[in-house]
């Protein structure tokens, strides 16, 4: 019973809103040490690898934004669901606020890939690549669902072509997962296991299991930060709105 309570709570814009102003500068401020920290271990401090010497440091910032960048599809995913089975508006805001965010960080994954890509494979780009090019795809998705959005006069049109977007662009989403195991690929099997023992060197990992929770904690206040301008957007003729902007 509690449970669902707490999800009716979190259809109503209203206290949304009153929650994320209590949280997002502790997700913001967090996420940031997180994010700096691992940056400056990884950058300054863990020793060259002995194949790719400093060149492999791009992980801290390629990695945790391509885990994170997936992760977001299936949060918007869920959202869509939540749009289309209980019609709650609160979902469709979520969807179109985790989409730019989403985007920005497939594109983030997808440049410091090129740029990692150059030294190891002596090449940016090689469209044989499974996870290159569904990775690839995953940020058309994003843009896709974008512009669904405001494609149509109607916004509940436009929310409900988004929500199905959505859901269909997940069966993406394990392709680039498995992409690697199912066809010939530039990439390199996972390192980072959770059954089995991560392959990489310890002292390589420890910085990036800071930089992975940091990306996932700054994708959340990015959203929250999205998520506030949604909900002023659609409530601004509400009067607890209007309140809250005389305070």
Do not use: C
Not at 55 to 64: E, W
């Amino acid at each position: 019973m509690a449970s669902w309570q707490w999800f009716h709570r979190l259809g109503s814009p209203k206290w949304l809103s009153g929650t994320i102003d209590r949280w997002l500068p502790w997700v913001l401020g967090l996420g940031s040490v997180l994010l700096l920290v691992s940056a400056i271990w990884g950058l300054a401090f863990t020793p060259p690898d002995y194949k790719q010497g400093n060149s492999f440091r791009i992980i801290y910032i390629h990695v945790p934004t391509a885990i994170v960048a997936l992760a977001a599809y299936y949060v918007m995913a869920i959202a869509g669901a939540v749009s289309i089975i209980w019609r709650m508006k609160v979902a469709d805001m979520a969807l179109r606020a985790i989409a730019p965010v989403g985007a920005a960080l497939t594109f983030l994954a997808l440049v410091t890939g090129a740029i990692w890509g150059k030294p190891t494979w002596g090449a940016y780009w090689i469209w044989q690549d499974a996870r290159l090019t569904s990775m690839l795809l995953l940020f058309f998705l994003y843009l896709g669902i974008m512009a669904l959005h405001d494609a149509y006069q109607n916004s509940a049109s436009g929310n409900r072509a988004a929500a199905i977007m959505s859901l269909v662009g997940t069966v993406n989403i394990p392709i680039i997962y498995k992409s690697v195991d199912w066809w010939s690929s530039l990439h390199q099997p996972a390192t980072l296991k959770f059954t089995e023992e991560s392959t990489i060197a310890t002292e390589m990992l420890q910085p990036l299991m800071l930089a992975i929770p940091g990306a996932y904690l700054f994708f959340i206040a990015a959203v929250m930060m999205q998520l506030r301008v949604q909900i002023a957007r659609n409530e601004k003729n509400t009067r607890w709105m209007a309140e809250r902007a005389a305070q």
